[in-house]
């Protein structure tokens, strides 16, 4: 029997993917690329853009025609809002939140699902495997900073108690956190994902520990509020900058060349320590996104941020003075409620003072939902383009100041596959600026090697290959 998954939104929804790939491979079900195939097809959905909404109801209209000719269960979990569940109801043969996955073969059976590999043999196995496992590396390891949580009554399971199947050999993603408590008012993910809930410190390591160990290049550490990690369970959990250092240190001393990140932080959350951990430890990436949204205090107010621009400066000037060689993300939205020109240059001037690297732009459109979905929506369509036209323009002419200081200068890069240009294969730096350089031989793909900068755009460069020794 087979499925297939349509996966949309962030990469939190693309590491949930790969934990529900893991369920179905237990349950003896094989993955295909053809919708048609598929016995079960299921959609990890998004509700906070509601171009991946509308997909959804597109992709669903089509396979419940397909029922009048074969037998098929259809499934959606992921970031659905309430509004968009109630309607989902009606139209798939199981809605249910991702905390739930753990449960998806007890609902299989309950639809009267008959599933390759019983649930039975499927329990029975894992309580086999529970009882003879060895000993974890959070175990062996007596980690500082981590308390028993004794007579505590258990929290709701969450996906990451779900072992993933990883969908490359070379890059992972680490869900840490999961919900927010910041309540933007034009996001949507708090009424999707709850409220903040941190992973156990000792888990994160462990599953750490094994990519580390089995020669992973890339770890990316995932929360929709990432460095409020731990906030919701002081005294049980490390804190965010104990938690990076704790990789950190992990990894240098592993021998491994291996670049972890994280995304993404919260001004209000950011601490000093934070970025004196990625200063300290070699394999913590020089490379921070950090939304800033608007660079109008007014508007800040107006979307909760919680943060002002004298507090996102103060950060900034921590990373330059801590990490002089580390580039520069963030995220924008234009456009936003009530946002007057005049609030619109100030954000002009975030982009040129704080000289980005990338800059994710985003016009404004309201979600149900999210507070500001009641507002009006008064920044006409023409001008949310004219104004994200600008921006960009302004992005690119500071971003390439970086890029130019790269050429003629040999860099490390990650090679991550193909590239769009016939005969090159591309990847990135550590500061995620994308590399690409002549060469058909894709066993380098997955290795660190040196190319010589010869000629760079804004965000991209493109060079020689000088080092193809693939690393440990």
């Known amino acids: 029997m ?10 939190m929804n693309h590491a949930d993917a790969e934990r529900m790939q893991a369920i179905m491979a237990k349950l003896g079900y094989a993955e295909t690329e053809r ?42 979990s992921g970031c659905v809002l309430p509004d968009d569940r109630e309607k989902f109801l009606k139209l798939f043969d199981l809605v249910f939140d991702m905390k739930e996955l753990a449960s998806f073969p007890a609902m299989l059976s309950q639809y009267g699902v008959t599933t390759p590999i019983s649930n039975t ?56 956190q999961n919900g927010c408590n910041k309540f933007c008012t034009f996001c949507a993910v708090p009424y999707t994902r709850g409220r903040e809930v941190s992973r156990p410190s000792a888990d994160i390591l462990e599953e750490a520990a094994k990519l580390i160990e089995r020669g992973y290049k890339s770890i990316t550490l995932l929360g929709q509020n990432v460095n409020s990690y731990g906030l919701d369970k002081k005294g049980e959990e490390l804190s965010f900058a104990d938690l990076l250092d704790h990789l950190g240190a992990m990894a240098d001393a592993s021998g ?21 951990a990625m200063a300290r430890r070699r394999s913590l990436a020089k490379q921070v996104h950090l939304p800033v949204q608007s660079g109008d205090d007014k508007v800040l107010i107006r979307m909760n941020r919680k943060h002002s621009m004298e507090r996102y400066r103060e950060v900034v000037g921590w990373i330059r003075d801590l990490l002089p060689t580390a580039t520069l993300f963030t995220d924008v939205i234009v456009g936003f409620t009530g946002e007057t020109d005049e609030q619109f240059e100030n954000t002009r001037a975030a982009v040129r003072e704080f000289k980005y690297n990338m800059a994710y732009i985003a016009m404004y459109s309201p979600r149900p939902g999210a507070a500001s979905f009641a507002w009006q929506d008064d920044v006409d369509h023409a001008v949310k383009k004219e104004r994200y036209a600008v921006l960009t323009e302004d992005l690119e002419k500071v971003a390439v100041v970086h ?18 240009k016939e005969g090159y294969l591309s990847g990135h730096t550590e500061g995620k600026i994308i590399v690409r350089f002549a060469s058909e031989d894709e066993s380098l793909i997955g290795s660190f090697v040196d190319v010589q900068i010869e000629s760079v755009r804004p965000f991209s460069a493109e060079g020689k290959l000088v080092n193809a020794a693939v690393t440990l």
């Open 121 to 176: 043999a499927l329990i029975h196995d894992e309580a086999l495997q529970e009882a003879a496992r060895p000993a974890t590396v959070a175990e062996k390891l007596n980690f500082s900073g981590l308390k028993p949580a004794e007579n505590k009554v258990k929290a709701a399971p969450q996906t990451w108690e779900v072992e993933p199947i990883y969908n490359s050999a070379f890059e992972a993603f680490i869900p840490i």
């Open 403 to 420: 890029t130019r200081e790269l050429e003629g200068k040999t860099v490390r890069m990650l090679v991550r596959g193909k590239d769009r």
């Open 35 to 76: 919708e048609e195939d598929a016995d079960v097809i299921g959609i990890i959905a998004c509700s906070v853009r509601q171009k991946a909404i509308d997909k959804v109801y597109s992709k669903i209209a089509k396979w419940n025609k397909w029922k009048n000719k074969k037998n098929l269960l259809t499934f959606v």
């Open 2 to 11: 087979k499925y297939h998954l349509v996966v949309l939104g962030c990469q």
């Open 256 to 276: 491994k060349e291996v670049w972890i990140y994280y995304t993404s932080p919260h001004p209000r959350d950011m601490t000093r320590d934070v970025i004196e």
